[in-house]
Every structure is written in structure tokens, then in C-alpha cells.
């Protein structure tokens, strides 16, 4: 859902906008907040920190919607406001855009018009949100951001959300290379880094193809998470490719790369962990069901991909699997049957 702030001091366009999008309102789709001026609207902004757009006017009392705009511009640099006015002459626009106004709507209002800016307007949120998501769970910074999302990263608002946690249900992928620490121990460093970086990297090739992401490296070994649907079915595919190209490797001195692969799928807590005094922060998963899943990769022998018997049931009519067997997890008090997945 959409959350929309208006600011005008004509109190009936509070009640056009409901009547126009009241299915809208009725279904979920927006939520409408209302401000008389631009003071007004800052304490809205204070209280409601998931505003997704501003629609306002230019002339209110107290504070006009110029001085809003610059006000948005600086202390919330994510958000984007659309001039709702009827001073639609070219000085009034160019001095809304160079103050940060994402579009211009003149009054009287066209609201066929003004939904499809709205939409448009949102689109773009939506987009800056899902880079900072980006941001965030890969835990580095991979392109050129522009300045608003340069100087979100220094706001408060950016330190609140990298704090945040939830609890989701995704799938977690522990991918061991095995024997490689026989090679760290006799080979020069600067060929121990290259081959290891060669292996990672056809890993996440395969991990971010199933839209999956490299939670961390953990000396020779990978943790990758997967989520939204068919979360646990992308983890499989994205091991058994692993595992494949892999195996497709040359023999390097005498050591023939193999991978063994623990997978399990439930609840978790997903936040950023670490210490802040520090600023050093891992955006992460952490729970039962990511300890297992580590547990099931140390149980997997060479070329093993092991699940648990919960997962199995999830993905038994489109993969090809065996019973392994019981297997003692380190902290579990009972042992718990495992499966393998062949193909």
C-alpha cells in the first residue's frame, strides 16, 4: 500500500481525493494523509515515516509549498512531492523543480492525469527503495548512486532502517568446498586467494541467477540466502548447478575441486548484527534454522547435497532424492533424518 500525504489549505480537495480514489482507499491500494500547509505536513512527515510521496500546493499560509519542498529535500531524501497548484506558469514550475519537485500538476485538478503521475511518482520510490534493499543485503556497493541516495545514507532515517529486523521464511545454503585447506597450507598465498576468488565466483554466478544472495563468506565456504516464492525449489537448482560446474573444473595440482552442500528452509530473523559503536554491521539471518542447515552441510560428504526430511516433503515431486538416513546435529537432542538431493 501507498501512502500519499496531500498539503492544501482548500479543505474540499481532501474530500475530491477521497471521493475520486475511494475503491482505491477501499482496497488497499492508498493511503491518504492530509496537511493544511507545509508546517503541517513536516509534523505529519515526523509522525509517519512511510510516506511514499507529497502532492502540494504553492500558496498556503505559514509555510508555502516552495519552502516545503526544500524542507523535503533536505531532511527526507527519499521521498518525492508533486506540485499540485494553479499557478502553472513557467517560473512558478522551474522554481518548483530546482527545488526538488518530482512532476507539475496545474489545477483544476484532472484526476485521470494526476493518478498516472502518482503511479509514475511511485514507480520511482519503489525503485530507490529496492537499491537501498540492494545495498543492504549484499552489505557492499556495487554501482554509482546518485546524491540523494548518497546523502540518505547519512540521515537518520538510513541509520534507523539498517536497524530494523523481521522475521521471514526463506531458504539458507551452506556450500563447503571440500580439501581446500590442504591447499592454503601448501601453496604460495597469492594463488591460494586467486584460486579461492575463482571458485566463489562461479558460485554466486549460479546463487544470483536463481535470485538468491551471498549472505557471507566463511573461509572456504559460502552462505547463501533465498526468498520470496519457490524459495527452497531456487536454493536446490542453484546448488545442483554449483555442484555441476564444479565438477566441470580442471585438476590444478593434483586437486580436483568438490563441494558439499547443506540446505534448509523455515523461519529466521533477518536484521543487521554486529556492533554499533564499532559500525561494523552484518546484514544477516540468524536462527535454528540457519544452524541447521550449517549442521546439514557438515554432515554432507563430497558431492552431497543433504536436506532435511521437512524439506524433502516440500520439493519430493520435482527433485530427485534419496534417504540418507539419521544424522546426529551437534545441539539437537534426537537425531533427525536427512535426504540427499541426486538430481
Known amino acids: 500500500m501507498a501512502k500519499i500525504l496531500v498539503v492544501d489549505d482548500e479543505a474540499d480537495l481532501e474530500t475530491l481525493i477521497k471521493q475520486k480514489f475511494r475503491q482505491k482507499i477501499r482496497e488497499k491500494d492508498y493511503e491518504f494523509l492530509f496537511a493544511m500547509n507545509g508546517v503541517k505536513a513536516l509534523e505529519q512527515l515526523e509522525q509517519h515515516h512511510d510516506v511514499d510521496m507529497v502532492l502540494s500546493d504553492i500558496n498556503m499560509p505559514e509555510m508555502d509549498g516552495l519552502t516545503l519542498l526544500s524542507k523535503i529535500s533536505d531532511q527526507h531524501g527519499l521521498l518525492k512531492a508533486v506540485i499540485v497548484s494553479a499557478y502553472g506558469d513557467i517560473d512558478n514550475i522551474r522554481m518548483a523543480m530546482n527545488r526538488g519537485a518530482f512532476d507539475f500538476i496545474t489545477k483544476p485538478v484532472n484526476f485521470d492525469d494526476l493518478e498516472i503521475t502518482m ?35 547519512g540521515s537518520r532515517e538510513f541509520e534507523n532502517s539498517i536497524m530494523a529486523n523481521e522475521t521471514v521464511t526463506a531458504t539458507v545454503a551452506f556450500i563447503d568446498i571440500c580439501g581446500f585447506t590442504r591447499i592454503s597450507e601448501t601453496e604460495q598465498p597469492d594463488k591460494v586467494v586467486s584460486l579461492l576468488n575463482s571458485y566463489f565466483d562461479l558460485m554466486v554466478k549460479e546463487i544470483i541467477a536463481q535470485g538468491g544472495f551471498v549472505d557471507k563468506f566463511i573461509g572456504d565456504a559460502v552462505m547463501a540466502v533465498f526468498r520470496g516464492d519457490y524459495h527452497l525449489d531456487r536454493a536446490v537448482d542453484a546448488c545442483l548447478a554449483v555442484r555441476m560446474r564444479i565438477n566441470e573444473l580442471p585438476v590444478t595440482d593434483a586437486y580436483r575441486p568438490t563441494v558439499s552442500i547443506g540446505i534448509n528452509s523455515g523461519e529466521m530473523i533477518s536484521g543487521n548484527i554486529g556492533s554499533a559503536t564499532l559500525k561494523r554491521l552484518d546484514y544477516t539471518v540468524i536462527g535454528d534454522t540457519v544452524n541447521t542447515a550449517q549442521r546439514l552441510q557438515a554432515t554432507a560428504k563430497e558431492n552431497q547435497i543433504i536436506i532435511s526430511e521437512s524439506s524433502y516433503h516440500i520439493i519430493k515431486e520435482s527433485f530427485n532424492c534419496r534417504q540418507v538416513g539419521e544424522a546426529v546435529l551437534k545441539n539437537k537432542t534426537t537425531p533427525v533424518m536427512v535426504y540427499e538431493v541426486l538430481d
Open 119 to 153: 503511479q509514475k511518482t511511485l514507480k520511482q520510490v519503489h525503485q530507490m527503495k529496492e537499491t537501498m534493499k540492494a545495498i543492504k543485503e549484499n552489505n557492499i556497493l556495487k554501482m554509482y548512486v546518485d546524491e540523494t541516495v548518497l546523502n540518505f545514507m
